[in-house]
């Protein structure tokens, strides 16, 4: 945490604050446990009122226009090294999309069942990492607790045999990537039009041995963002929570599917804004904002408007927009976590933890079911026919929806490159929630370490993973510092100097 | 006796080189009996509270703020172990190197398919930090003492270079456990 008055600036980028606002500014940053670099700025005026509080993501890529040029193929590989911790995610999309360039999007049963193995197997790691590493601190110690103890090591030094749950599931998610992708990150399985390899009975009874202990230890991880969410619901229900549009791929019977689907928008009363919309027509569906204090996008929905048309990706948004699970256990669970809503969508931020977990039994139970599959076996993995000059690829990633579209030239090249990642989406929610939270927590109080961490709790809600949606590339007034190895400046460069 | 401490930081990197780590999986367990984690986006130390026998950076320079990081570590630990390919040279970010940076913002923010920005504005707020006019990998910063390459490097790479290194080893990598990818 860095506290600085405005009112002796140490340099020109803080002059250049102080001269717009006479007021007090907090940052926090880095905020951690969050996958990503982002800081959060509070503007405070002398009685310690909020007047503005605001998530920065800091971070800029530029990989829209250093694609271009690439041949199309290795997007697959390639976009994935945009976020090591989904990176099973952009390696669908991607290859999704590749898929139509190819005319091979009708994939081979096997291919299209190792692929859903794979990505029901991020799942399960991705919600587990993210549960046990970086959120079961905030849920077992407190949002307040002491930092030296309020992380994944302190929960292991306390709760030991919950911290082994955690590791092993985790590692069992990996080990299904790397059986169906080659490596744990950054694999290669996805290939255009299908995969590279199979999955041998060898790997499968490996997997097929310890799959029911994962379903019980799922299990129990929901019970525990469940209780703590029933528990602490009077604290909770307000907690960085508001009203909001929701965003999924659905199934065409509308049950929920992480792989593959049509879109389906709902409002915060649950009525339809769109439902099984063919995703190839997504240009006519959204757009994305620019504003200049942060490198993410705003996404919204044309047809309402960049005002009303924001809306949240995700656990929570997944469970608001389908109509059922298509797996018993978590089906069952899915239906006692609605009741929140009473009848409708859930809008309570802190849910989104609970959510999750029904998406952690839910992937644990398709695995099995995958794994039962014969076809995981077939022979028959890539199939191709008329080759197109664009393609566009859809999956709900861990963290919800994520676009990939890109178009290319005669030669395979790349000539355009669209991407619109999943925590792009969650980018306004994030930011009313630490508003909201600011202003309910912070307002007019002496300002501690543990109330700033209210607002990562806020944001971690979301499991936002900013590698991922800060490929994009922003205007700086660009600058070349080279220093010595005793970081004496050497020589300094501006652009346009 | 104190335990050693070791520090990490993700700097223009994807974190898959922080995710590797922690796919030592149970390992962990026995890792944090060996050392202490001081400064890293695993825990929720901001900044350094003591000085680090080790500290890991994942990712290459590509913004002001990645140069002040990485400086800070060189200034708290004693060694500095660059991790993954963006470490060592860059890596995917540096894809951007050989292009002008103005064509790249028009891309992300004028040009691209889905942009609505009617007054065709750049993100240019003093919150964020400087972008560099390139990406450059740790080493051209610092001074770094041992390179692991791997994108990311594999999680025994990392365990058997940790090992040795806190128990003041010679770093002996046998071939397997050496990947360029
Ligand atoms: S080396 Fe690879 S895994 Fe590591 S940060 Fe870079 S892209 Fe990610």
């Known amino acids: 945490m860095i506290e600085r008055t405005l009112g002796i600036p140490s340099d020109e980028k803080e002059t250049k604050v102080a001269s717009q606002n006479p007021l007090k500014r907090i940052a926090l940053e880095p905020v951690t446990r969050i996958e990503g670099h982002a800081k959060v700025t509070l503007l405070v005026d002398d009685e310690g009122h909020v007047r503005q509080a605001r998530m920065h993501v800091v971070e800029f890529r530029g990989f829209e226009r250093f694609v271009q040029g690439r041949p199309y193929w290795e997007m697959p590989v390639l976009v994935q090294r945009l976020c090591g911790i989904c990176p099973v995610s952009h390696h669908l999309a991607a290859a999704k999309a590749v898929d139509r360039i190819v005319g091979g ?71 299904i990537i790397k059986a169906t992708a080659g490596k744990k990150i950054h694999g290669t399985g996805a290939i255009p039009g299908g995969i590279n390899k199979n999955l041998s009975i060898e790997e499968r009874d490996v997997f097929l041995r310890d799959i029911d202990q994962m ?39 509308g049950a929920l599917d992480l792989y593959h689907g049509n879109l389906c928008a709902v409002d915060a009363e649950g009525n339809k804004i769109f439902d099984q919309v063919d995703y190839s027509s997504y240009l006519d569906y959204f757009a994305e904002e620019v504003r200049p204090w942060s490198y993410m996008k705003f996404p919204f929905i044309k047809s309402l408007g960049p005002e009303k048309g924001w809306y949240r990706v995700g656990p929570l948004a997944r469970l608001n927009t389908c109509k059922f699970i298509d797996t018993p256990i978590a089906e069952k669970e899915r239906k006692e976590f609605m009741k929140l809503g009473k009848g409708k969508p859930v809008n309570v931020t802190m849910a989104y ?91 007019g109080k002496e300002i501690t370490e543990g109330l700033l961490n209210h607002l990562e709790v806020a944001i971690r809600a979301y499991d936002p993973c900013l590698s991922c949606a800060t490929h994009a590339l922003g205007q700086m007034p660009l600058l070349v510092e080279l220093y010595d190895l005793e970081g004496n400046l050497l020589d300094r460069k501006a652009r346009g100097e | 006796m104190d335990k050693p401490k070791v520090a990490t930081a993700s ?18 367990l026995k890792l944090i009996q060996l050392v202490d984690f001081d400064k890293s986006p695993v825990d929720d130390i901001k900044k350094f509270t003591d000085r680090c026998a080790v500290g890991l950076i994942e990712g290459g320079c590509a913004n002001e703020e990645n140069v002040k990081v990485l400086q800070d570590f060189r200034r708290h630990c004693d060694l500095l ?101």
């Open chain 1, 105 to 175: 999007e009708n994939l081979s049963s096997t291919a299209e069942k190792m692929r859903r193995l794979m990505h029901y197997g991020q799942t399960f790691q991705s919600h587990a990492l993210h549960f046990f590493h970086l959120v079961s601190p905030d849920l077992l110690f407190g949002f307040d607790a002491d930092p030296a103890i309020r992380n994944v090591i302190g929960v292991a030094k306390k709760y030991p045999d919950l911290a082994v749950q955690g590791v092993m599931m985790r590692k069992y998610g990996q080990e």
């Open chain 2, 11 to 28: 700097l223009a990197g994807c974190f898959g080189c922080h995710m590797s780590l922690l796919d030592i999986d149970d390992r962990i």
């Open chain 1, 215 to 253: 379903l019980d230890w799922a299990q129990s991880a929901l019970k525990i963002a469940k209780d703590y969410t029933t528990e602490h619901l009077k604290q909770l229900a307000s907690f960085g929570s508001f009203p909001s549009n929701h965003l999924s791929l659905v199934r065409k019977d």
């Open chain 1, 353 to 443: 933890h609970w959510a999750r977990m029904v998406e952690l039994v839910h992937a644990a139970e398709k695995i099995k079911e995958l794994l039962h599959d014969p076809d995981l076996q077939g022979e028959n993995l890539v199939v191709k026919g008329k080759r197109r000059s664009e393609g566009i690829g859809l999956v709900e990633a861990p963290r919800g929806t994520l676009f990939h579209h890109y178009r290319v030239n005669d030669d395979d090249q790349v000539v355009m490159a669209n991407l619109i990642v999943s925590t792009t989406h969650n980018n306004e929610p994030m930011n009313r929630a630490v508003q909201k939270v600011a202003e309910e927590y912070l307002d």
């Open chain 2, 81 to 181: 172990i660059a991790i993954g390919e963006c470490a060592i040279m860059g890596g995917l970010p540096a894809m951007r190197n050989g292009i002008p940076v103005q064509e790249c913002l028009a891309e992300a923010y004028q040009k691209g398919p889905t942009v609505h920005n009617p007054s065709q504005q750049i993100p240019n707020d003093p919150e964020l930090p400087l972008i560099l006019d390139r990406v450059y990998p740790a080493h051209e910063v610092v001074k770094i003492d041992y390179q692991l390459p791997g994108c990311p490097p594999p999680a025994d790479t990392l365990w058997e270079a940790l090992v040795a290194l806190l128990n003041g080893k010679p770093l002996h990598l046998p071939y397997e456990l050496i990947k360029y990818d």
